[in-house]
């Protein structure tokens, strides 16, 4: 019994001794020293040593998770947030190929997202917001399979969303708001089977409702869905009470029309309605003031029918990011 024991115990000193004395992959090493290089002084003077994953006495940069695989350590997470970095995103990111979380949230990065980006085949969470990034959403984050969060809000990004990144089954969040995005919005997202917030709101979007959901079983976990303050046009229409799961609905400031469908009052667990600032006519239908969820609808600045009233106190909803916490 004793022998088994002792060699339990060398066993697991053997596996600490390798974990404490594993060399960071070189590959690593170098990106990180290169992004260091690059970097304001509020980031660089909390990473000393020449080894981001900490080297003797030295513990790991600030913001930089390691992880040991076989005899190596790689850079796993990275989180580089609200410390002011301005210049071009730092292309040497691109090469930590085995990170499954970025954050650059929060910072003055300006340019384009590289198109090197598509590399990171192990990112998990792409965390952006809060940046000045411009130029177009580069279709190769359509190559990262295993993305579940992409967070690419209050930047200055133009163009069109891609529809690459509809080849991305793994993702639930999807934050595109307050940039510059024209066109319509790919209905191939609809294809994506874990999403579960999409937010597109204060951009340039034009389009329908209901090119958005025209395949059949479009978003079928989609809970939150913010369009707001758009140039999207035409009705609701009543294959949006398809969408079983949804819970907000948020149409402010756009340019719909007609009726608000009956069918709409059906989605079983609608919680916020908002349809203010639109063209509406005619009458809501009763079952909306029955509706057992329905805390809120916002109704004001249509052209709907008097004796049609809002429903609960309106007020700017924001979700936390708090709400949607990955690890």
Not at 114 to 123: A, E, T, V, Y
Not at 221 to 226: A, D, G, K
Not at 289 to 300: A, R, S, T, V
Request: proline residues 6%.
């Amino acid at each position: 019994m004793a022998s088994r024991c002792e060699l339990l115990l060398i066993c697991v000193l053997s596996l600490l001794f390798a974990v404490s004395y594993s060399k960071t992959l070189k590959r690593d090493v170098k990106a990180l020293n290169e992004i260091k290089a690059s970097l304001g002084w509020r980031v660089v003077y909390s990473w000393v040593g020449d080894d981001p994953c900490g080297d003797g006495d030295l513990p790991p940069w600030s913001g930089v998770t390691c992880s040991t695989q076989g005899d190596y350590r790689v850079v796993t997470e990275l989180e580089v947030y609200a410390v002011s970095i301005v210049g071009p995103f730092p292309i040497a990111v691109t090469n930590l190929l085995d990170l499954t979380r970025l954050d650059l949230h929060n910072n003055k990065l300006t340019g384009p997202i590289p198109p090197q980006i598509g590399r990171l085949k192990r990112l998990k969470v792409l965390y952006l917001r809060w940046n000045k990034l411009q130029d177009v959403i580069p279709p190769e984050i359509g190559e990262l399979k295993r993305l579940t969060h992409l967070y690419l809000s209050f930047n200055s990004f133009k163009g069109e969303i891609p529809k690459e990144l509809a080849a991305l089954p793994e993702l639930r969040y999807l934050y595109l708001q307050e940039n510059r995005l024209i066109g319509r919005i790919p209905a191939e997202l609809g294809t994506l089977q874990n999403l579960r917030h999409l937010d597109a709101g204060n951009n340039h979007l034009v389009g329908t409702i209901r090119e958005l959901i025209r395949f059949d079983g479009s978003f079928p976990s989609l809970r939150n869905l913010y369009l707001n303050n758009n140039y999207l046009s035409g009705g609701i229409p009543a294959q949006l009470s398809n969408l079983t799961s949804l819970e907000i609905v948020y149409l402010s400031y756009n340019k719909f029309i007609g009726n608000i469908p009956f069918a709409i009052a059906h989605i079983p667990k609608l919680t916020f309605l908002y349809l203010d600032h639109n063209q509406f006519t005619g009458r809501i239908p009763d079952a909306f003031y029955k509706h057992p969820f329905l805390k809120e609808m916002y109704i004001e600045g249509n052209m709907f029918k008097s004796g049609v009233n809002p429903i609960g106190t309106h007020k700017v909803l924001e979700v936390s990011d708090a709400d949607f916490a990955v690890w």
